[in-house]
C-alpha cells in the first residue's frame, strides 16, 4: 500500500519558520515529481512548491522567496522549509506524487498520490 505521510505542521508566530516533511512508503517516487499544496478553510486547494526527480523546482507566487522544497530521493522524502510566516500561510498542507504527469503541475487533479495533510496556524 502507498502512503504518504506529512510531519512538522503545527503553530507558529508570524515571521516564524516550520519545516514539513513528507515520507513516502510503498513505492519508489524517486523518478516522479513530488509537491506540496494547500487548503485553507473555504478556499480551494492550492499549489505550493513542487520539486522534479532531477531537481527542477516551481512555487507560487505567494511563497516565493520564503519557502524552499528538497528531496531526499534514496530515503523517499520531500520537504518544505518555510520561512518569514504570514497569517494567511494558514492551512492544511499536503504533499503529493504522480505517476503520470512529467514536469510540475499546478493543478491537485494531475496527482495521484496524497498524504493526509499536516496542519499549519500562524498567528499575528
Known amino acids: 500500500q502507498v502512503q504518504l505521510v506529512e510531519s512538522g505542521g503545527g503553530l507558529a508566530q508570524s515571521g516564524g519558520s516550520l519545516r514539513l516533511s513528507c515520507a513516502a512508503s510503498?513505492?519508489?517516487?524517486?523518478?516522479?515529481?513530488m509537491v506540496w499544496f494547500r487548503q485553507a478553510p473555504g478556499k480551494e486547494r492550492e499549489f505550493v512548491a513542487g520539486?522534479?526527480?532531477?531537481?527542477?523546482?516551481n512555487y507560487a507566487d505567494s511563497v516565493k522567496g520564503r519557502v524552499t522544497i528538497s528531496r531526499d530521493n534514496a530515503k523517499n522524502t520531500v520537504n518544505l522549509q518555510m520561512n518569514s510566516l504570514k497569517p494567511e500561510d494558514t492551512a492544511v498542507y499536503y504533499c503529493?506524487?504522480?505517476?503520470?504527469?512529467?514536469?510540475?503541475?499546478?493543478?491537485?487533479?494531475?496527482?495521484?498520490?496524497w498524504g493526509q495533510g499536516t496542519q499549519v496556524t500562524v498567528s499575528s
Open positions: 520539486m522534479t526527480w532531477d531537481g527542477i523546482t
Open positions: 510503498g513505492r519508489t517516487f524517486s523518478r516522479q515529481t
Open positions: 503529493a506524487a504522480t505517476t503520470f504527469v512529467s514536469g510540475i503541475s499546478v493543478h491537485h487533479d494531475s496527482y495521484n498520490y
